[in-house]
Structures are given as structure tokens and as C-alpha cells.
């Protein structure tokens, strides 16, 4: 008989599985609330009921009104909502946006749209731990700034960006600042007054909820233009009749989210795995992000002389993601190592764990132990499974 092959998952980063708590209201709302929660009649009322609360869910782990969250289909519509709607609402002749070199492809790719329509995009450079310079941030700003967008934690490295002090700059220039929270949600504190930002994406299967539902945080006040035109859902501000059955689900994830107690348990066991590849690989590792500003489930790390798709391939079972990726037989490093300065021959070595709340000790000694026999390894000195 076979014997089954062992699955550790560990890409939380990439994507979450639904929280128990979580499925158990999706499976209630499949069997009430099928009604348009626009309709005022029997049928309308619990599914709008449903909207309210989930948003008044979110409004509170954030820490806003609900009447300033958006529902949108996830992180990516939460980002081009931001951008675009702020661009399309303030119509200028030289629009002038700020963004950084590590930002995620939802900010990127809008970002380079609104440059073919004439807006000028100025891209703050990291130091090595992918960290921005607030600074630089003061320098860039001008007259013509229309809006700074600077993500709070990055989903590669899991550097945390100092955003409360560049909000604080943006706003001394009356510019509004935008944050893709999507990585930080669930791991770390997403106030969003502590953090001073006028506007905050977050994307639901991030934090143990579905995917397809995210919501943007408006600062009251901020004026965006619609992304899609209709009826005049989410008070004007996205059309489409609303899903009660995502709502009801991004507002328990937020729920869930708020609690942050769990991530310490999470943050030792990253701390494990960590200690115990620099313990017995020494030099032959090189962990990349802020050492101390960073992700509490977070670990970026090289092993040189490999590619991380060939460490990958040596860890049966394990779902994990690579920091470079292979064109050809050449191996290109992702544009945010590549921004740090890592060098190709760390960079391609590159592979991102990323632990969770269901991550276990076992799981944590079970890769360890793939890692000693994986077959990039075989002619080095195995890895222990962590004390």
C-alpha cells in the first residue's frame, strides 16, 4: 500500500482556508436572506439586514464608520477603486501619483494605466529590507500630487512600511494616502485612524474568509469616481446588487480577524523555522525583509546554489512560493527582491513560508525534515527537525 503523502500547507500569504466559524454563516445565508437587498419587502429585508451588519463588522475591526466601507469583489477591484477613482473624480492635466517599487500587481498595473492616460507616477525606491525612506516620501511630493499609495506590508517579504508616518506626511500637503492592507489584515493592527490613511483595501480570502469579497475603507469626505456604473448601490459608490452571502462572510472573517492573539503562537513557530535553517545552514541561507518590522508569519529566504523552484520540487507535499521565477532556463528575480538589491544568485534561491493560524509544531519539524533529505541537500549537512 501506498503510503499517503503528508500536505503542509504553508502560502497563507497566497490564499487562507475558510474559517469554520466562517463557512457555518455562508451555510446559513445560502438557506436565508435570497433576497435583492434592495427590495424593501420580506424577501429584500433579511438580505439587507445581512449588508448592514457585515459592514458594521468591518467598520469595526478597521476602526471607522460603516458608512465609510465599500464592498468590492476583493483586493484587486479595492486597488483600482482607489487609484482610479481618485484620478477619475479629480480630472487634472498632470496628475501626479506616488507609489513604491514593492508594491503588488493590483497597484502596479493600474498605476501604469493611469500613466497612458497622462498621470505621472513617481515609484520610491527600498532600502535592503525592502523598507521605504519616509523622507523620500517628502521629497517627491508636489503641487500636482493627486494621491500616495504605499502597501503596509509587503506579501513577499512581509516587510511592514512605516505608514503612519508617511500618511502624516501626505496629509501636511493635503494629499490623500492610500494602503493595500490585504497581507496585513488578521496579522497586525489595521486602524485606520492610527494609521491616518484616507483610504484601505483589504480582500477577504486573505483572512480566513471567501474568495470574490474584499471592501475599501473611504475616509468620509473622499470623493471617488464609480468604477462601474448602475443603480445606485453601496450609496453610489459601485454598482451591483450587493451579495449578502459574501457580506455576511467578509463581516465574520473581520470579526475573527480582530482577535490578534493567535498570531504570537504563529509568530513563534515562524521563529522556529527561521532559527533552525540559520542554526544549520549558516551561510549557505540569506533571509530577506526587515528584521524586526516584519509579518509575524512571514519567512523570505535564499538558499543559495539552488533555485527555489528546485527546493520547492525537493519538498513533497509542502505548498510554498518561490521568489524568482524561470523564462527559457534563466531564472528572473520577482521586481521585489530585484528593488531590495538582492543579487540573482540569492535571489533565485528564494522561497517564501508563510504560516498561519492552523500551521502546527509538527508541520514546522515535518518540512524541516523534508529540507535535510531534499535532494539539493544530499552532499550537506541535514537539517534537524527544530528542539
Request: aromatic content about 4%.
Amino acid at each position: 500500500m501506498l503510503r499517503r503523502m503528508q500536505r503542509i500547507y504553508l502560502d497563507y500569504n497566497a490564499s487562507t482556508p475558510i474559517a469554520p466559524r466562517v463557512a457555518e454563516v455562508m451555510r446559513r445565508m445560502m438557506g436565508e436572506a435570497f433576497g435583492n437587498p434592495s427590495s424593501s419587502h420580506w424577501a429584500g429585508r433579511p438580505a439587507r439586514a445581512a449588508v448592514e451588519t457585515a459592514r458594521a463588522q468591518v467598520a469595526t475591526l478597521l476602526g471607522c464608520s460603516p458608512e465609510e466601507i465599500i464592498f468590492t469583489s476583493g483586493g484587486s477591484e479595492s486597488n483600482n477603486l482607489a487609484l482610479k477613482g481618485l484620478f477619475f473624480a479629480k480630472p487634472q492635466a498632470h496628475a501626479h501619483i506616488i507609489t513604491t517599487q514593492v508594491e503588488h500587481p493590483a497597484i502596479v498595473e493600474p498605476c501604469r494605466f493611469l500613466e497612458r492616460l497622462g498621470a505621472r507616477i513617481t515609484w520610491l525606491p527600498v532600502d535592503g529590507s525592502g523598507c521605504v525612506n519616509p523622507e523620500d516620501l517628502r521629497r517627491a511630493i508636489t503641487a500636482e500630487t493627486l494621491l500616495v499609495s504605499v502597501m503596509h506590508a509587503n506579501n513577499e517579504i512581509g516587510t511592514i512600511q512605516p505608514i503612519a508616518e508617511c500618511a502624516a506626511i501626505a496629509r501636511e500637503h493635503g494629499v490623500p494616502f492610500h494602503t493595500d492592507a490585504a497581507q496585513s489584515v488578521g496579522k497586525i493592527p489595521t486602524r485606520v485612524d492610527d494609521l491616518g490613511v484616507d483610504l484601505l483595501t483589504l480582500a477577504g480570502h486573505k483572512f480566513y474568509g471567501p474568495k470574490g469579497v474584499g471592501a475599501l475603507y473611504v475616509r468620509a469626505g473622499t470623493v471617488l469616481e464609480p468604477l462601474l456604473h448602475g443603480a445606485a448601490h453601496e450609496s453610489g459608490r459601485r454598482a451591483g446588487t450587493e451579495s449578502a452571502l459574501l457580506a455576511a462572510a467578509l463581516g465574520e472573517a473581520g470579526t475573527l480577524a480582530g482577535d490578534l492573539a493567535p498570531m504570537q503562537a504563529v509568530k513563534t513557530l515562524r521563529d522556529r523555522l527561521r532559527d533552525a535553517l540559520a542554526a544549520e545552514l549558516g551561510e549557505q541561507v540569506v533571509f530577506h525583509g526587515h528584521p524586526e518590522r516584519v509579518l509575524p508569519n512571514t519567512l523570505n529566504v535564499s538558499f543559495l546554489g539552488t533555485t527555489g523552484a528546485e527546493v520547492l520540487a525537493g519538498l513533497e507535499g509542502v505548498a510554498a512560493s518561490t521568489g524568482s521565477a524561470c523564462h527559457s532556463g534563466r531564472v528572473e528575480l520577482s521586481p521585489v527582491l530585484r528593488a531590495m538589491g538582492v543579487s540573482p544568485e540569492a535571489g533565485q534561491g528564494a522561497v517564501r513560508f508563510s504560516l498561519g493560524r492552523e500551521t502546527t509544531a509538527a508541520e514546522v519539524d515535518a518540512l524541516l525534515r523534508l529540507i535535510a533529505t531534499a535532494p539539493w541537500r544530499r552532499a550537506r549537512t541535514p537539517v534537524p527537525s527544530a528542539p
